[in-house]
């Protein structure tokens, strides 16, 4: 049922504001049921679960008036620094703009992936969450608010369950920016979110432990979010080289430290380690198609991601300058991003203002260098090696970000049989988020991760079935392509683990590179194997 | 956070269960762990897997990837599942004493 919270009553006295019950969410096409499991009462009452039910930052709950009245003091003195220029030269402007302008025609609400798959709660319009940061802001910082209050549109009253919940709610947010890309005058609600979180964690220490304290924190210590050291690295690229051997028969060896190369690589550290046929089908396809490039096996050299772009502008900037000097140590010419969306954003676009002077190089997505592969005949591909039902997502970093729409949809057409071809509903830069957007797919504390699952990743899933609703039959293996690392563990949570699309439908999942390489002259074999990876 | 009892010993777990200090691990905590995953006995093959994976830890700070296991010890995916139901990672790891993976994996 649909639940409607007021925005002055966000910090009402209650134990959940918005208890999100399974009844509430409209059901996947042949599923069944959804089961919440029960949060421990210990747990109840230590953390705070007062948002929806759920917790994904594990936030203790206050227990003196003197912590309550810290949390208060602390986030607003975090706000003020957002809306200044000398603590917020990043993002001021489009922060000052979207909060100024927003003309409450709430058209963002329907593009939004969760809020018509939670039945409609009111606290997860994209709209609903910027509102509150306004109406805060207009009652602490402006006068009118201050002397009018809700004459003044400045009506909700700051208390600690007001900031506690608010925390929770910029990580209901996936920053998929379809809300942004829908706005008739160009607000984005979903940077008011990042911005949230960045006030969170750059002034009170509060971030998802997936995403600060065993992310940005081990990856500035180790030299990757994995805890990836040198060593490892070198030892883990052995076996996709022994990977390699088996799938295609010959070995190749992978170019690492390789100075003046035209550009160095930057994969998402998890790919070695959870799909290792990724970074293997790059060096396949680089090896045959005669390209110049290298990894590097410098600390900050071989790990792509840059989880700061999520909630904050120190780490990010740590991390973006240690992979840019991995580059510059190495002379190559430019900085490519393996399939990894987020990392496409934050070295390529959100990078711009850090790579300036010694820092400047040329930077891009992996996906333009990939279709050059197809359209340049490098490579002669056979599509009917991929004769098996194929969707494709598109990445909302890569698509609506920075509108890389075609390249992927270059190759895919060039790899794989155009029957074979079946385009999700919205696809391209109106694609839906995968669900695990904006760190989710890596923050699995509590029941956080049943929230991702059932809310953040249904209207992904209904896509895919919706793309695949002729070919369904589980007789009929499929592949759900998703050229981002992102999206495929969010592919794995939640389509294959929590909605049994493995089971059900027969749906496996992987990148883009995997289906060009299977589409390979010479091949001993198929290098798609649809059992054994999974 | 929690802590468990084990052998008249204290030992704090993170919140899937992992544990926090690997320095503390013992037989006794891999045989509670694997209770808790669900396997049944520890064999000599689950220990080869066991030790293989605390060796690897020590020399490289990280769990080595699935394929790597597969291939080092000579077992398949599907074998692999079969000893340690819940996974290798979730599994096999946290009975080794390895803490939670970390990053997009």
Request: glycine share 8%; with cysteine.
């Amino acid at each position: 049922m649909k639940k409607k919270v007021l925005i002055r009553d966000f910090g009402q006295e209650t134990p959940v504001l918005c208890p999100i019950d399974s009844s509430d969410i409209p059901l996947l096409p042949g599923e069944e049921q959804i089961v919440f499991k029960d949060v421990k009462p210990a747990m109840k009452e230590k953390y705070d679960f007062s948002l929806d039910g759920f917790s994904a930052l594990n936030l203790p709950i206050p227990q003196t008036p003197e912590e309550e009245a810290k949390i208060v003091n602390d986030f607003l003195r975090g706000l003020e620094k957002v809306f200044s220029e000398e603590n917020n030269w990043a993002f001021l402007q489009p922060t000052v703009l979207s909060t100024d302008y927003c003309v409450q025609c709430n058209t963002c609400n329907e593009a939004c992936p969760v809020y018509p798959e939670s039945g409609y709660q009111d606290i997860y319009r994209p709209n609903y969450r910027a509102e509150l940061l306004r109406r805060i802001y207009r009652r602490y910082f402006t006068t009118a608010g201050k002397l009018l209050g809700k004459w003044a549109g400045a009506d909700l009253e700051l208390n600690w369950r007001v900031v506690y919940r608010l925390a929770e709610l910029v990580y209901r947010c996936s920053l998929c920016r379809r809300c942004a890309q829908t706005c008739p005058v160009g607000v984005d609600n979903a940077l008011i979110a990042r911005e949230v979180r960045k006030l969170f964690s750059q002034e009170m220490g509060i971030a998802p432990e997936g995403v600060h304290k065993s992310g940005t924190v081990n990856h500035l210590k180790s030299g990757s979010s994995t805890g990836m050291g040198s060593a490892a690295f070198l030892d883990t690229l052995e076996m996709v080289e022994d990977i390699i051997e088996e799938k295609i028969g010959r070995r190749i060896k992978i170019p690492v430290d390789v100075p003046g190369a035209d550009f160095l690589l930057l994969h998402n550290a998890g790919e070695f380690l959870a799909w290792p046929e990724n970074p293997a089908a790059f060096a396949i396809l680089f090896d045959a198609a005669g390209i110049s490039w290298t990894l590097s096996s410098e600390m900050m050299g071989y790990e792509g991601v840059n989880y700061g772009v999520w909630y904050d502008d120190v780490q990010f900037a740590k991390i973006l300058v240690g992979q840019v000097q991995a580059a510059k140590r190495l002379g190559v010419g430019k900085i490519v991003v393996g399939e990894c969306g987020h990392a496409t954003k934050a070295t390529v676009t959100i990078g711009d203002r850090i790579c300036v002077g010694d820092l400047a190089i040329p930077r891009e997505s992996c996906l333009p260098i990939l279709a050059d592969i197809v359209t340049s005949g490098k490579i002669k591909f056979n599509p009917q090696q991929n004769n098996f039902p194929v969707t494709m997502h598109d990445p909302c970093n890569m698509v609506r970000l920075m509108g890389i729409e075609k390249p992927q949809w270059t190759i895919l057409n060039a790899v794989v049989p155009q029957n074979q071809i079946y385009p999700m509903p919205n696809a391209g830069s109106e694609n839906y988020c995968c669900g695990g957007g904006s760190g989710f797919a890596i923050m699995n504390s509590q029941n956080f991760p049943q929230w991702r699952n059932n809310l953040s990743s249904r209207r992904k899933a209904r896509q895919v079935l919706e793309a695949f609703k002729d070919v369904l039959d589980p007789s009929i293996a499929k592949y759900y392509c998703a050229p981002c690392s992102n999206c495929k563990g969010s592919a794995r949570d939640s389509m294959i683990e929590a909605f049994h699309f493995k089971d059900k439908y027969n749906m496996t999942y992987g990148g883009l590179v995997e289906l060009m390489v299977n589409a390979m002259p010479g091949l001993p074999q198929p290098y798609i194997s649809w059992e054994d990876e999974f | 956070m929690s802590f468990v009892e084990i052998k008249g010993q204290q030992i704090e777990l993170d919140e899937d269960g992992f544990i926090v200090e690997p320095d503390l691990w013992s037989t006794d905590i891999a045989e509670y762990f694997a209770k808790e995953e669900e396997v049944e006995e520890l064999t000599e093959q689950h220990w080869k897997i066991i030790n293989y994976l605390k060796d690897y830890f020590k020399q490289f700070g990280i769990a080595p990837m699935v394929r790597k296991v597969c291939k080092d010890n000579n077992v398949s995916m599907q074998e692999l599942y079969a000893l340690f139901p819940t996974g290798p990672a979730k599994g096999a790891c946290k009975i080794a004493g390895l803490p939670k993976p970390t990053g997009c994996v």
